[in-house]
């Protein structure tokens, strides 16, 4: 497995924002509790104001940046998995393309073809008809038109880079990687898959496709290099 980064680092730098966010909150509400504790009559009464009045953001920014961090997690489980793959496969982490909203979590370049995968670390009953998904009951953003979006955006972006070289179809995963979780799903609108599972689809996958390793090389780096922060990191040959 080859593995190249594009060094967008979206999920890392929404991490750094949210810690930022979450300092500056909890300044806010130390200094509030100072004021309240030693100050006069009216600033007792502002500094216990202030501090009341940013705990309902300091419990907001502490659950985004829950999800974040598990977000994190699972994009790194996923890509530490798929580094078992053969030297004949390329691995893009975190992409970010002019047509999505957001980043691509992996983009998967080799025998398999082109696969965009989206990795979830949800727990609970997870349910998909279509492409309408629910989490223990809750409604949520259609996981499957997420994965889709950035199928579409790097099919598009291919294209028009390597007409003759670029797949007339990218394919679409989502994967869970929390041991926690229960599927449900019908009739899907992208492969929807466990962690454990996610090796053999993408060796399925490869029997169906068979891109040439060449092609496959091209692909990966043109990706790479629409990056505003490309740099290839480094080919990463050693797997655990």
Avoid at 60 to 75: D, F, M, P
Avoid at 162 to 168: E, G, K, S, T
Wanted: charged share 25%; net charge positive.
């Amino acid at each position: 497995m080859r593995v190249l980064r594009a060094g967008g680092r979206y999920l890392k730098g929404r991490e750094q924002r949210l810690w930022v966010a979450l300092g500056l909150v909890v300044g806010v509400a130390a200094f509030g509790i100072i004021l309240a504790a030693s100050g006069d009559g009216a600033s007792r009464w502002a500094g216990g104001a202030a501090a009341l009045g940013v705990l309902p953001l300091g419990a907001s920014i502490a659950r985004r940046l829950a999800s974040v961090r598990k977000g994190r997690l699972g994009e790194r489980l996923v890509a530490e998995l798929l580094r078992r793959l053969p030297d004949d496969y390329w691995l893009i982490n975190d992409i970010t393309l002019g047509r999505t909203r957001g980043n691509i979590d992996h983009v998967l370049i080799g025998p398999c073809g082109v696969v965009v995968i989206e990795t979830k670390r949800l727990a609970g009953r997870i349910r998909c008809w279509g492409d309408e998904w629910s989490v223990n009951g809750y409604r949520r953003k259609s996981i499957s038109r997420q994965v889709n979006s950035g199928a579409c955006a790097v099919r598009y972006f291919l294209i028009e880079r390597y007409y003759d070289l670029a797949p007339r179809w990218v394919e679409s995963i989502v994967v869970f990687t929390h041991p926690l979780c229960r599927l449900e799903v019908n009739w899907p609108r992208t492969t929807v898959v466990r962690y454990s599972e996610l090796l053999q689809v993408v060796l399925e996958l490869a029997k169906k496709h068979r891109m040439a390793p060449a092609t496959a090389a091209r692909l990966a780096e043109s990706l790479v290099a629409s990056q505003p922060e490309a740099g290839v990191a480094r080919d990463a040959r050693d797997r655990p």
